[in-house]
């Protein structure tokens, strides 16, 4: 057994099942292991690696600021948190961000701007604001979070949960309407269920979302922590239905990569339910994590990656598709954000990530059944056929 996995496994809490790789390298969509071998990543650390490993221009944006001014809490202004909200909230249509660090922290705070705006602005009886989800979602891990979760796991040994949430089935717009009362405050929704096994809802259901909430008065709040900044093709996912959310939750690939930045972003009459005092963050728009994710959004831009995502993305699902393996039982994904489906009586996920693993490609299940493809967005066409080219031959191997 490998010291290192040893070593981590005494002394790290066991709360992941990791593959048995020792990564000590990154370079663009390319991982490198204690041995030296190289592997492609189809993982990009659950989509917060957009703009590959170690990009040069956030390296040194990070180096740079690192040596300036990194950290001096919001009790003072700094002069890099401000470029970056402009230039966020320009992007999204939005009008006012603020500024966390993790993703389940900016889910927090979307929560919490919904409740408040529910008592402040709706009208909504003290205390009796309901949020509404879906069943099958990831929104993180907080206490608060896995309350809402359908992911009976998520849930075993942490409550008593805090009240307030009522969950419907994804991609059932009708049933939205349906749970809607006079005390909804928000709907909170992935625009793709990432970590549920990249489910994709029907067409047009985002869009009749959207005019469902609108009716009632009900903020309709994007999840967009993973599918957001370019990995499914669209700036955001939303986009692709022409949806404008009332509020959009960001993360992963905010940071660029190399530090963990999220924001929840709203329509400014939502955002002004908070006062000084009311929410906070210790680390929350620190000038460090401001000049990186600001130069991620740039190389965004710049490398145009959300075109590149669509781009390739079409292309991994086209040679997919192209399989044609009696293993595989659906291929979903819009742009960079794939998953396969495998049939459960075949093969295992976790066998066809070990497999990978031993040809090169580094991937990880979502439940038992799905293989996700999620490269970084600067993926090529030749890596791509690598990676498509690996999987056919131990799907031939299995037979
Ligand atoms: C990963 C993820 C989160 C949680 O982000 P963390 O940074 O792990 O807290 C929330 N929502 C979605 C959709 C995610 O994919």
């Known amino acids: 057994m490998n010291t290192i996995i040893e070593q981590e496994a005494r002394y790290c809490a066991h709360n992941y099942h990791p593959l048995p790789v020792v990564l000590v390298k990154g370079e663009g969509v390319y991982l490198w292991d204690e041995q030296g071998n190289r592997y ?16 040069p221009r956030l390296v040194q944006a990070l180096t740079q600021q690192a040596g ?63 949020i509404i ?14 309350a809402f979760s359908s992911e009976p796991q998520y849930r075993d040994g942490f409550g008593p949960f805090p009240a307030g949430f009522s969950s419907i089935p994804f991609g ?27 489910i994709m809802p029907p067409p047009g259901y ?38 404008r959310p009332d509020g959009v939750i960001l993360g992963k690939a905010l940071g660029g990569g190399l530090l963990p930045v999220s924001m929840f972003l709203a329509r400014r009459d939502v955002m002004e339910v908070f006062t000084p005092g009311d929410h906070g963050s210790t680390f929350g728009g620190n000038p460090l994590a401001a000049a990186v994710a600001l130069e991620a959004l740039k190389v965004l831009d710049e490398e145009q990656l959300v075109q590149a995502s669509a781009r390739m993305g079409d292309y991994f699902l086209a040679r997919l598709a192209a399989l044609n393996s009696p293993f595989i039982k659906e291929i979903r994904g819009k742009g960079l954000l794939i998953g396969v489906e495998f049939h459960a009586d075949k093969v295992t996920a ?19 059944t799905v293989v996700r493809f999620a490269p970084p967005l600067l993926i090529q066409q030749a890596e791509i056929d690598t990676v498509v080219d690996a999987l056919a031959a131990l799907l031939a191997e299995l037979r």
């Open 68 to 130: 300036r001014l990194a950290i001096v809490s919001r009790a003072f202004h700094t002069d890099q948190l401000a470029p970056l909200l402009q230039k966020v909230c320009e992007m999204t249509g939005q009008g006012m961000a603020l500024p966390m660090n993790t993703g389940a922290e900016a889910v927090e705070t979307a929560l919490k701007a919904a409740r408040k705006w529910a008592y402040t602005v709706k009208g909504v009886a003290a205390n009796q604001a309901e």
């Open 206 to 243: 985002l869009k009749r979302c959207e005019q469902i909430c609108r009716d009632n008065n009900v903020l309709l709040i994007c999840d967009e922590i993973q599918t957001g900044l370019g990995r499914t093709g669209a700036l955001l996912a939303s986009d692709h239905d022409g949806v």
């Open 133 to 146: 989800v879906c069943d099958g979602n990831f929104h993180g891990r907080t206490i608060s979070i896995v």
């Open 172 to 198: 059932d717009s009708d049933a939205l309407a349906a749970a809607i009362t006079p005390n909804t405050a928000a709907f909170l929704v992935e625009p793709i269920q990432g970590e549920g096994g990249i």
């Open 40 to 55: 492609l990543d189809m993982m990009s650390a659950y989509s917060a690696v957009s703009h590959g490993h170690c990009h």
């Open 350 to 368: 976790r066998t066809v990530c070990e497999q990978l693993m031993v040809r090169g490609v580094l991937s990880k299940e979502t439940h038992e």
